[in-house]
């Protein structure tokens, strides 16, 4: 118990005395995250809301694809993102592997399925007679999505932290398509594994202090836009 103790006085000493490598590790998973959710989002809403409104052949599988698509381990996400941007694979020209938009590639790719499947779902669950609505108001086909989206707006930014949540905590993807490394592509949770395994608790604490943190905050907005 005194070691845990004397551990989590040694992190926010870290933390308040503004540590290089402790702070390296929050703004390379900030920033990564940041990447991932803007392109999750442009992505994501609009095929979410097209999943949900529209009605086309295979809409059915396609929904099947999404939610399979959200039970998508990291590891595995990671080797497949790792073999499209090393030197063999079809991307790796682009040096995209050990870089954070890398890991963002990756990461995009998990939180993707979340944003489609929430919003898709937000999109049937409202009042049916909506669309009648604004449709015999003479709304246009643009006044119509527009209408639907500010309808289910806070369903929407809740599905968008659910999706960030998951981003900022996981850490296959980041190991294997970041490498872990120092100042550079290392984030939170990858360098809690590795100062840990390492035997520097205090670091491992501190990092952890600030991921409790950010969960803390997105679970907190996500339950309080579901009370919205």
Same mark, same amino acid.
């Given at each position: 118990m005194d070691f845990f103790l004397k551990g989590i006085v040694q992190a926010f000493e870290l933390l308040f005395s503004g540590d290089a490598e402790t702070y390296s590790a929050i703004a390379a998973t900030v920033t990564v995250s940041g990447y991932a959710m803007v392109a999750s989002l442009t992505m994501g809403i609009p095929l979410g809301f097209a999943l949900g409104h529209l009605k086309f052949p295979g809409?059915?599988?396609?929904?099947?694809?999404?939610? =399979?698509? !959200? *039970? #998508?381990?990291?590891?595995?996400?990671? %080797?497949?993102?790792?073999?499209? @941007?090393?030197?063999?694979?079809?991307?790796?020209?682009?040096?995209?592997?050990?870089?954070?938009?890398?890991?963002?590639?990756?990461?995009?790719?998990?939180?993707?399925?979340?944003?489609?499947?929430?919003?898709?779902?937000?999109?049937?669950?409202?009042?049916?007679?909506?669309?009648? =609505?604004? !449709? *015999? #108001?003479?709304?246009?086909?643009?006044? %119509?999505?527009?209408?639907?989206? @500010?309808?289910?707006?806070?369903?929407?930014l809740a599905a968008a932290l659910t999706a960030y949540g998951r981003v900022m905590t996981e850490v296959g993807i980041s190991m294997m398509v970041g490498g872990n490394i120092k100042w550079h592509t290392r984030t939170i949770t990858t360098a809690i594994a590795l100062e840990t395994s390492r035997g520097k608790f205090a670091t491992g604490i501190a990092l952890g202090m600030v991921l409790l943190l950010i969960a803390f905050a997105v679970s907190i907005s996500v339950s309080f836009l579901r009370k919205k």
């Amino acid at each position: 118990m005194d070691f845990f103790l004397k551990g989590i006085v040694q992190a926010f000493e870290l933390l308040f005395s503004g540590d290089a490598e402790t702070y390296s590790a929050i703004a390379a998973t900030v920033t990564v995250s940041g990447y991932a959710m803007v392109a999750s989002l442009t992505m994501g809403i609009p095929l979410g809301f097209a999943l949900g409104h529209l009605k086309f052949p295979g809409r059915r599988q396609a929904r099947l694809v999404v939610d =399979t698509m !959200l *039970s #998508l381990p990291t590891v595995f996400i990671g %080797l497949l993102v790792y073999a499209m @941007l090393s030197r063999q694979g079809p991307l790796g020209h682009m040096g995209l592997l050990f870089t954070l938009p890398g890991i963002a590639i990756g990461q995009t790719i998990l939180a993707l399925p979340i944003v489609i499947a929430l919003t898709a779902s937000a999109v049937e669950g409202m009042d049916a007679n909506l669309r009648t =609505t604004l !449709l *015999s #108001l003479g709304a246009g086909r643009l006044q %119509l999505v527009t209408g639907i989206i @500010l309808e289910v707006r806070h369903s929407i930014l809740a599905a968008a932290l659910t999706a960030y949540g998951r981003v900022m905590t996981e850490v296959g993807i980041s190991m294997m398509v970041g490498g872990n490394i120092k100042w550079h592509t290392r984030t939170i949770t990858t360098a809690i594994a590795l100062e840990t395994s390492r035997g520097k608790f205090a670091t491992g604490i501190a990092l952890g202090m600030v991921l409790l943190l950010i969960a803390f905050a997105v679970s907190i907005s996500v339950s309080f836009l579901r009370k919205k």
